[in-house]
């Protein structure tokens, strides 16, 4: 354990963790902020606290299968979806009257933190991995450390979305910016983006005008259903 200390290699590798872990945060503190602005305080708590810790936990378990899952044809188009799906429902007001279904809200907070999380990470642990060189206690040590900021974060943009709305919508944008990326870089769809260097650029714009077009009319259809329920 000394000599592990005293190596100024697993020094600078878990700086160098906790560095790219802190620049890929922001898309976690974006997913956790919108995923729980519509909770009560004391629940918004234990979620970003369950979501944050899940996201730990996940993604040092990712870095040992990422490389491999990246291969695979059209996982990475099936995590686009995903995403985009994922934005949409984050643009959709919920019923703020339903107390009954609190521990359903609390838990589906949940689920999308962790299921965001899990299709955003998948590239970005391979940096962490790289950064590693194999050691995962090391690498999970780094992804602690970085737990209170992406808590912080959290917190931070939740009070912005309360004060300034449009992040919601900025915020959706982004899951579908990284969705078109997603697919972009997947191993089926390389050999015709080859041939169309302009969907590298075009389909995450397209992500982004998917989400929040389909996620406002979404929105303006259900608004007067909950405007006669309250």
């Known amino acids: 354990m000394l000599a592990t200390l005293s190596d100024s290699t697993m020094w600078v590798a878990l700086f160098q963790i906790v560095i790219i872990n802190i620049l890929l945060s922001g898309d976690n503190a974006v997913i956790i902020a919108l995923a729980c ?21 996940l993604m040092t378990g990712l870095t040992a299968i990422a490389s491999y899952l990246l291969t ?4 990475e ?26 521990s359903d809200n609390f838990w589906g907070a949940v689920k999308t933190i962790i299921i ?7 590239d970005n642990v391979l940096g962490m991995a790289g950064a590693a060189n194999g050691h995962m206690g090391l690498l999970f040590v780094g992804m602690v450390i970085t737990i209170p900021l992406i808590l912080f974060g959290s917190a931070m943009l939740m009070r912005l979305m309360e004060r ?3 992040i919601v919508t900025l ?7 990284v969705a078109g990326e997603m697919a972009v870089e ?5 050999g015709f983006i080859a041939n169309a260097h302009y969907l590298e650029i075009a389909l995450p714009i397209l992500g982004v005008l998917i989400v929040i077009g389909f996620g406002k009319l979404l929105a303006a259809r259900q608004a007067p259903a909950l405007s006669t329920e309250a």
């Open 37 to 57: 602005r519509s909770l009560p305080p004391k629940d918004q708590r234990n979620a970003f606290l369950i979501g944050t810790v899940a996201i730990v936990l």
């Open 72 to 75: 695979i044809p059209y996982v």
């Open 77 to 102: 188009v099936v995590g686009a979806i995903l995403l985009l799906w994922i934005g949409i429902k984050l643009l959709i007001p919920e019923d703020e009257n339903a107390e009954l279904n609190a």
């Open 116 to 122: 965001a999380d899990i299709v955003m990470s998948l």
């Open 164 to 166: 300034f709305p449009i």
């Open 171 to 177: 915020g959706a944008g982004l899951l579908g910016y």
């Open 186 to 190: 997947d191993p089926a769809l390389k």
